[in-house]
């Protein structure tokens, strides 16, 4: 038996497992509330759960669809056009608010996926020709302003996300591991053989590790690496350990990492930055 960890074998061993003793099949959900303790180090503004606003050049629109079109301002009073148009990005997701053809007070707000591909297509009435977006935590919505200062505000709810995806990759090929972890993925929940490949979270550009503890101890920290491998977040979640699987829940927008015994750890996509 081997585990893919620079721990020595013994470091897992018979006595480590009496000592920890899988736990029952019982889900650590975190709420959303509980959102700044989930993320801990990690500000707000790099939290999954809340949009980002980036200005973008107004010529790097996707493909827009029949009946809009570009148009971003430099401000409220004026109908200069501005060569940057406020997106907004959340999950994976940039939504953009077009202006109608016919100049009418309304938004096509349209989401579209990293392809160009339109995964939601609303039009709201209120405001044209937007010239910024701004976010309230708060009340969790997003405010597109346009011409004299008229707005509509967009739910984050409402805003589609692209959903985590599972990947496996070697176990070898782990980032830089954060002290007091180490990558132990097994074959199966009642095995102690290690796998040559491990299960990760793919989800807004990062990739999530379960990694188990030095100590053995029964929990998981789950590490959040952006795409040069920084990382974004390093949480403690306790409940299982030696991670096996992990599966993805559309309806209930979670995540379970799966490890001995069948125990797991869930948590919501807003937990994973």
Known sequence: M?????????????????AYPPRPCKALLIGIGALGLVLGAVS?????????????????????????????????????????????????????????IDNRSAFGVVSFDQNGNVLKNVTRNGARYVNKMTVDPTAQAVSVWGQSNAKIDIAWR??????PQVVTVPASSSPPV??????????GPNTLESSPTCPVVKFNGNTTWAYSFIDNRVAFGIVTYSPNNKVLANNTQNGSR?????????????????????AKVTLPWSALP
């Not at 409402?158 to 959903?163: K, T």
Request: net charge neutral; glycine share 8%.
């Open 178 to 187: 954060p002290a007091g972890l180490k990558v132990t993925c097994l074959k």
């Open 242 to 262: 030696y991670v096996y699987k992990i599966t993805v829940d559309p309806s209930a927008k979670t995540v379970s990492f799966w490890g001995q015994g069948d």
């Open 44 to 100: 707000q503004a790099e939290a999954q759960s809340v949009p980002q606003i980036l200005s973008v050049p107004a010529n790097s629109t996707p493909p827009v669809p029949a009946g809009l079109k570009v148009t971003c301002t430099l401000g409220p009073g004026t109908g200069q056009p501005s060569p940057n148009c406020p997106v907004i990005q959340y999950g994976g997701v940039r939504t953009w608010a077009y202006s109608f």
């Open 2 to 18: 081997t585990f893919s960890t620079s721990e020595p074998l013994d470091a897992i061993s018979s006595t480590a497992l009496h």
């Open 158 to 163: 409402d805003l589609p996300v692209i959903p």
